[in-house]
T-cell receptor
Framework: NAGVTQTPKFQVLKTGQSMTLQCAQD?????MYWYRQDPGMGLRLIYY???????DKGEVPNGYNVSRLNKREFSLRLESAAPSQTSVYFC?????????FGPGTRLTVL | KQEVTQIPAALSVPEGENLVLNCSFT??????LQWFRQDPGKGLTSLLL?????REQTSGRLNASLDKSSGRSTLYIAASQPGDSATYLC?????????????FGSGTRLSIRP
C-alpha cells in the first residue's frame, strides 16, 4: 500500500514549455485533488475530481488542465508554463473523512 | 466565503513546554475540521479530525478542540519535543457535505528548542 504517489519530485521548465504531473493512489478513494502551495499562502485548490470521469475547477484553475484517467490516476497538465506557476504541487485523495497527501512536486519555471 | 486563519505564522518554544496553536474560521457551518502536520519538503500528514458534532479529539500528546459558535479550533501539544518541530495546518470542510472542498489555513511553523 503506497498511498499517494507523485512524479516527478522536481522539475525545471522554461516559460512556454508544457508538462504533466502524475498522481496515483491505491486506496480506492473516489475523490482526488491537486493543490499548489506557495510561501505564506497555504494550500490552494487547483482542480478536484469527486469521482472517476468528473472534474471541477477549484480556487486557482487558470493555466492548468486535469484528467481523471481512471479511479487510481489524476494528472495535472501545464500547457504553457509561466513563472507564476513556480510552486510546490501536491496531489491528495480522500474518502470523505481521511485525507492522504503525496510527497509533492517542486516545479520551477524560468 | 469561508476563510481559515492561523496566527501566529511562526512560534518558537523551549523543549518541555505545553503549547497551543490557534485556528479561526469565518463561517460556523462546517462539516469537519482537521489538523495536519507538514515536515520540510514533505507532504501533509493528518493528525486529528473533529466532526462538527464533536468538541475535541485526542491522540497521544495532542488534543484538538472545536468551538463552532466562535469559529475557533485549538491544537494543544503537551510536553513538546524537538521532533514536534514542523508546520501545522488547520483545514476546514465547509457546509454540510463530506464532498465539499477543504479549505486550508496558511499554517503555523513551530520550532522546539532543545
Amino acid at each position: 500500500n503506497a498511498g499517494v504517489t507523485q512524479t516527478p519530485k522536481f522539475q525545471v521548465l522554461k516559460t512556454g514549455q508544457s508538462m504533466t504531473l502524475q498522481c496515483a493512489q491505491d486506496m480506492n478513494h473516489n475523490s482526488m485533488y491537486w493543490y499548489r502551495q506557495d510561501p505564506g499562502m497555504g494550500l490552494r485548490l487547483i482542480y478536484y475530481s469527486a469521482s472517476e470521469g468528473t472534474t471541477d475547477k477549484g480556487e486557482v484553475p487558470n493555466g492548468y488542465n486535469v484528467s481523471r484517467l481512471n479511479k487510481r490516476e489524476f494528472s495535472l497538465r501545464l500547457e504553457s508554463a509561466a513563472p507564476s506557476q513556480t510552486s510546490v504541487y501536491f496531489c491528495a485523495s480522500s474518502s470523505g473523512t481521511s485525507w492522504y497527501f503525496g510527497p509533492g512536486t517542486r516545479l520551477t519555471v524560468l | 466565503k469561508q476563510e481559515v486563519t492561523q496566527i501566529p505564522a511562526a512560534l518558537s518554544v523551549p523543549e518541555g513546554e505545553n503549547l497551543v496553536l490557534n485556528c479561526s474560521f469565518t463561517d460556523s457551518a462546517i462539516y469537519n475540521l482537521q489538523w495536519f502536520r507538514q515536515d520540510p519538503g514533505k507532504g501533509l500528514t493528518s493528525l486529528l479530525l473533529i466532526q462538527s458534532s464533536q468538541r475535541e479529539q485526542t491522540s497521544g500528546r495532542l488534543n484538538a478542540s472545536l468551538d463552532k459558535s466562535s469559529g475557533r479550533s485549538t491544537l494543544y501539544i503537551a510536553a513538546s519535543q524537538p521532533g514536534d518541530s514542523a508546520t501545522y495546518l488547520c483545514a476546514v470542510r465547509p457546509g454540510y457535505s463530506s464532498a465539499s472542498k477543504i479549505i486550508f489555513g496558511s499554517g503555523t511553523r513551530l520550532s522546539i528548542r532543545p
